[in-house]
């Protein structure tokens, strides 16, 4: 532990970052192995509560268009400039008339994840 008293060295600086680097690194792969294990019981339909804390799923959507097949549909030129920027891009040459708006729309994946939440139960 660092004396109050004295002016740390830079090695004794260096030492404590490392240890609390180090323990903050632990820490999160043991959120994160923690978290992995509570979605997997959740998404079969238990539930998890503490006396503060209520665990749920929180659902996130994103749209994508899969590369080959939108190759497929509007050519290559569309599918460079398209894929070169992201899916703004794509809606707004749609928007455009560049593209056609239903074809876009039909080839569009939504992807979606979930987030583990924390909701206090104090609110």
């Known amino acids: 532990m660092l004396d109050p008293t004295q ?6 600086l260096l030492e404590r970052y490392a ?6 690194l632990g820490l999160e792969a043991e959120k994160e192995a923690l978290g992995a294990q509570i979605k997997a019981a959740l998404q079969t339909g238990e539930q998890a509560e503490t006396d503060l804390y ?4 929180k659902v996130s959507r994103r749209v994508e268009y899969p590369l080959e097949r939108f190759r497929e549909v509007f050519g290559d030129a ?6 070169t920027i992201d899916r703004k891009k794509a809606e707004a040459l ?14 569009s994946v939504v992807k979606e994840t979930q987030a583990l939440v924390l909701q206090p139960k104090t609110r």
């Open 19 to 24: 240890m609390l680097r180090d323990t903050m």
């Open 78 to 83: 569309a599918t460079l400039e398209a894929a």
């Open 94 to 107: 749609a928007q455009a008339g560049d593209l056609d708006k239903d074809a876009l729309r039909n080839l």
């Open 7 to 12: 002016e740390p060295t830079l090695a004794e």
């Open 54 to 57: 209520r665990a749920t799923l």
